[in-house]
């Protein structure tokens, strides 16, 4: 039998060594990502951010107001609130994609690696979220204008921008 030469041995190392660190990051990834999502508790599409209904008092039949069917339905999560949680959530995702790239930003949001997690690029008044890599003070800016699609604003259209 032939014994590998010592270079042989070294490139061998070496493949194993680079397949074992990169084993390494993606369980860290993952775990962080689930940690994430399980501290700030994501939203999947169509739930809001407060969670179920408190359990309440049964109204009386007899005493129920016909007039507000919706009277113990949950407030819907404010706009500006879940546009915040969405630019964090994309937020994630892109360290994520940092992660496994060397450091480096997707040039578009579009090139984030679906693997990483569900990607949402509009935000909640339905444009999507403009994203500028590099940023001009970070590795990248990422931002919604608010409900009127314009710079500027006040109120619902306010830009926002992801909070640090």
Do not use: K
């Not at 107001?65 to 919706?70: F, G």
């Amino acid at each position: 039998m032939l014994n590998p030469s010592p270079t042989a041995r070294a490139h061998s190392a070496g493949r194993t060594l680079s397949a074992a660190l990169l084993l390494s990051a993606l369980i860290l990834i993952v775990v962080l990502v689930l940690r994430s999502r399980a501290r700030d508790r994501i939203p999947v599409a169509g739930e809001t951010s407060q969670g179920p209904p408190a359990a309440g008092p049964a109204p009386d039949s007899a005493l129920a107001d016909t007039t507000e069917p919706h009277r113990f339905a949950q407030p819907a999560t404010p706009p500006e609130q879940l546009c915040q949680e969405r630019l964090q959530a994309l937020d994630r995702l892109l360290a994520a994609h940092a992660a496994l790239h060397a450091g480096t930003y997707p040039a578009r949001i579009t090139d984030l690696d679906p693997s990483l997690g569900q990607v949402v690029r509009l935000d909640p008044w339905g444009a999507e979220f403009l994203y500028n890599s590099p940023g001009n003070r970070a590795p990248y800016q990422l931002y919604s204008l608010g409900a009127d699609g314009q710079i500027g604003g006040e109120g619902e259209d306010t830009d926002v921008f992801l909070a640090p």
